[in-house]
């Protein structure tokens, strides 16, 4: 079976194409599910931690109420302010879109290879599409011609590009160790000699990722670019319907994508003993989501001046030291 | 035997369903769905409920503008340490004595930035 529908050792012949095209449209139609259901458990989640019962009246339990909210997202009036750049202000939505679409395709989803693309460069390209999205988030701040879409927009650029360069040298304690840049390799590393998990030797680096990663999405305690209470949540102020849902849904799934390259880099992707590769990812990647929200639940949002200070002055450093030391103990162990 | 163009394709694929997705549900099936009734009230810009005054195309704190050099600065070095990490293994004892002055000199970088108050958001 996943035989027939493997495409990535086969001569480029028309099932090969077909098989890609059935990969790619199927990781579409699952992401669009995951983030519908991340969002129902978010809400779900921070209602039982706060004593409340959360989404419970459409459909059984709640079950259909993001969905409920999509298409009545669907069915809204698309506002263009009078003052809006409008061109910029039609396009940002989609340029923050598709790259948070794009990174998935490295993304190793289970031990044979039909939804992910065997390249030699997948961390970098994560991290170069990822740091696409920002030019979306920009514009959109800007082109709306409104002062807290102008602050939050700066506020997210200055953010995510801070956050980018601990995310980057804390991934590199990683790279090193397995000595590729390819996910699939990263994990197929993991799971020969020495058999252990990147977290437990690559600990300081995993500290650094979390935070930089919770950064990089935007999420408490460093959600300051869309501050509800201060900002009217910032860049998307003045969007509306789909527009609006396409900055919301970036953002999920870069939730998502995020937890699947952590759950990649550090607790070895698919691998896991009985249950087959891909429910293993799905449990380490649901864990990484629940952190995200857990963490909602329970952080008061930071300070603008401590934000960025704190990038560069803590996270830079330890991320620093984190390869420095990688690279002399790599060395001497040899 | 795996093909890398057989990925790159498939990397492809998805840049095309990622722009086909949001181009389909807001310029084809939205317009068809959603109501469009714009009055000049609607097409204000939002600020808190009060007349709007002045533009927001206006001038914005240095410290941002401060704060993306220094991450082109960074963000440039750290993707030079990439293939290095992953040649590491054959380049033996130069590679990282190379590379522990290269982040040192880093590390210059940011004592200097930081000595500078760059760093510091007043």
Redesign the interface.
Known sequence: MADFFS??????DTH??LN??I???V??AFILGVVTYSIYFQRKLIGWMQWRIGPNRVGPLGLLQTIADVLKL???????????DRNIFLIA??LA??????V???IPFSANHVFT????VG???YIALSAMTIIGVVLGG?A????????GG?RS??QM??Y??PL??SI?GV??MA???NLVNIVEAQISFPYVWYIVPQFLGFCVFIISATAELSRTPFDLPEAESEL?SGYN??YS???F??FYLAEYVYLFAMSGLGATLYFGGWSGPFLPGWIWFGIKVTCFIFFFFWLQATMPRIR??Q???FA??VL??LS?VN??LT??L??LL? | MVSYWNSYLFIFLFLVLGLLLPIGAIMVIGPLLRPKNPTPEKLTTYESGVEPFGEAHVRYNVRYYLFALMFVAFDVEVMFLYPWAVTFDSLGLFGLVEMLIFLGLLAIGLIYAWKKKVLEWK
């Open positions: 495409w990535v050792d086969k001569p480029l090969a194409v890609m095209i990969g790619a449209v990781i579409l669907l069915i809204k009036e698309d506002v263009v302010p009078e003052k809006a939505p989609i879109f598709f790259p948070s679409f794009m998935l395709a490295v693309a065997y390249s030699n961390v970098l390209y800007w709306s011609n409104n002062k807290y879409s102008l602050i700066m650029a200055a590009i801070s980018e360069v980057a040298m590199l790279v090193l000595g590729s840049m009217v102020t003045e319907g789909f527009r849902a396409f603008t001046d934000l960025l200070t560069w002055k830079i450093p620093i390869l420095v690279a002399v790599k060395y040899h």
